[in-house]
């Protein structure tokens, strides 16, 4: 486009043109996302005391955080929830994906998508608030019971506890899981099942050894898109648990600021960080192999 | 396609426990009680008198307003550079680069936010609505891009090339060829940038400093339980607004896609 400063043939150069647009959102991300990053990790090799950070770089918080007893349940519960969060929400979006996918008539597959996604560009925090109401001691459900005499008794297993989170999250994050297998769904050439069946495989043997197979890239996307986010969910645990079931959000929160210990609050960040890079890493392998063994 | 009736109902009942919470919104909000409970209590429209009565409210919609217009606008600006530049041209360092600006969408945001508040503290940067933009260009650039590039992937590069042969300059190919065919990807990402930011809490809520914006008033209004009602009232208006953008993001999305010839194969990202 506008040509670069530099003289010669590289001012015209295709590169010289790439590297030229793509320069305002890059140095945007350099300045605020990977200088930033790198501080943190610089943070977490420091010491935090009351006299400011240490010069000297230490291993200590990073120990500390991974043998700490807290710290190792937090993530442990983090890993937990989001594990089955993530399980839940693909089971449950797999057949509604399937569903639009090949089951509804084209013209009426954005309508659906359309009503599948508006829900969830409604206000996040209103959305957890409202299953605090729904699933609270005198909430909506146990009020709603009582009313027409099912129960007598508040139940009480139902709020603040795991289960409630994984509930919210699951609702929360729904629409997330459906889109990418259903976008995966889609590029299915259909000649490909009908070959299945010509051939004499049953329905559900198609499904099985070719359409399932064939979405694995889109179901490992959803897996990656529920799982990232609500690993570091910090609303949930703090409305729907009561603060009573904090995850490691809410720690690096309560470490950071309250405590005011940069240095071990960033450690914990960067270990939250590296544990939802090693998931991805698994789950992206995981895919490589799929699509390997597909083109065998 | 065959018939699978159990496939529907099951996809159905699907949407219903999608929409079943919103929908107690506009029951609570005209609900006659202050204690969120069945069985109701008569109509009444006291909630939306009480939430349009409350200062602090409109001053933190008034932030929110100007955070989310800000953020939507730079985001949007970034996201067509780089989407122009990932879709029209080869560049060493492309992976890594469009990696980057894409990362925050794989990042939870309590990294995001806690480490630009390190940066901040230590540069010495006073916490305002200002650095609450700077986080939400961040989060929503990502999405911009994804939005963006499917528009300009659509794009038929021999127009572009037309326009060079009649003589027009490659700036004013931008802007009367390029810009005209992706303004409905451009509308739809101002408005989901918009939305994004409105609706975002963590970053807005370590970032702000004592400045309110409304995800903000919200949450700080859950530790009262005689305002829930109220915040109900809010969250049905709330609801409102964000379903009449987003059908404004789908026509344009929709128009986006007709204009250029494209097949629809429907939803935003």
């Given at each position: 486009m506008e040509p670069g400063?530099?003289?010669?043939r590289f001012r015209n150069s295709e590169a010289a043109n790439g590297l030229f647009m793509v320069s305002p959102p890059a140095i945007y991300a350099v300045l605020l996302l990977a200088a930033p990053l790198i501080a943190m990790v610089l943070y977490s090799l420091m010491v935090d005391s009351k006299v400011g950070l240490s010069s000297g770089l230490t291993f200590d918080n990073y120990l500390k955080v991974w043998t700490g007893r807290i710290d190792q349940a937090l993530m442990i519960r983090s890993l937990t929830v989001s594990a089955m969060v993530t399980l839940v929400t693909v089971l449950l979006a797999y057949p509604v994906a399937y569903f639009v996918s090949f089951h509804v008539k084209p013209e009426k597959k954005s309508m659906w998508l359309f009503l599948i996604t508006i829900p969830f560009w409604t206000s996040y925090l209103i959305r957890v608030f409202l299953w605090k109401v729904i699933l609270?001691?005198?909430?909506v459900i146990n009020s709603g019971l009582m009313s027409i005499g099912i129960i007598d008794e508040p139940l009480t297993?139902?709020?603040?506890s795991l289960g409630s989170m994984i509930m919210t999250l699951a609702h929360a994050y729904a629409a997330f899981a459906i889109l990418p297998i259903f976008v995966s769904l889609e590029k299915i050439d259909r000649s490909f099942l009908e070959a299945g069946q010509d051939l004499g495989e049953s329905k559900f043997r198609t499904f099985i050894r070719v359409t399932l197979p064939l979405s694995m890239p889109g179901v490992i996307a959803a897996v990656l898109i529920v799982f990232i986010p609500t690993i570091g969910d910090y609303v949930t645990p703090e409305l729907i648990g009561g603060?009573?079931?904090?995850?490691i959000a809410n720690r690096i929160e309560a470490i950071m600021l309250?405590?005011?210990?940069k240095a071990l609050g960033s450690a914990i960040a960067m270990t939250a960080m590296l544990i939802v890079a090693l998931v991805s890493i698994v789950f992206i392998l995981l895919n490589r192999r799929f699509l390997r063994g597909q083109s065998k | 396609m065959s018939k699978n009736p159990s496939l529907k109902i099951y996809a159905i009942a699907y949407l219903i426990f999608l929409y079943a919470p919103i929908a107690l919104l506009p029951v609570f909000a005209f609900n006659?009680?202050?204690?969120?409970?069945?069985?109701l209590a008569g109509f009444t429209t006291n909630w939306f008198a009480e939430m349009w009565a409350d200062n602090q409210l409109f001053k933190a919609f008034r932030n929110s307003l100007t955070i989310a217009t800000t953020s939507a606008v730079i985001a949007t600006a970034l996201g067509i550079f780089a989407a122009r530049a990932s879709t029209r041209y080869k560049f060493p360092g492309k992976g890594g680069v469009l990696g980057l600006i894409m990362l925050p969408m794989v990042l939870p945001e309590m990294i995001i936010s806690m480490s630009l508040l390190v940066v901040l503290i230590a540069v010495g940067v006073p916490l305002s609505i200002f650095t609450i933009i700077l986080g939400h260009v961040l989060i929503c650039t990502p999405f911009a891009v994804a939005i963006l590039t499917s528009a300009f992937q659509s794009l038929d590069r021999s127009l572009e090339e037309a326009a060079y042969d009649l003589g027009e300059s490659p700036a004013s190919t931008f802007r009367l060829i390029i810009l005209p065919l992706v303004m409905p990807g451009i509308i739809s990402s101002l408005l989901i940038c918009f939305t994004i930011s409105l609706d975002e809490f963590i970053i807005a809520y370590f970032l702000g400093g004592n400045q309110s914006v409304l995800s903000v008033y919200i949450f700080g209004q859950?530790?009262?339980?005689?305002k829930v009602p109220a915040v109900m009232a809010l969250g049905f208006v709330l609801v409102c607004i964000s379903v009449c953008l987003l059908t404004i993001a789908e026509y344009f999305r929709r128009r986006g896609i007709a204009k250029t010839g494209g097949k629809d194969t429907g939803g935003f990202l």
């Open positions: 400063s530099t003289p010669g609270g001691y005198n909430g297993i139902i709020n603040y603060g009573k079931l904090p995850m309250k405590q005011n210990d | 006659d009680s202050r204690v969120i409970a069945f069985p859950f530790r009262f339980p005689a």
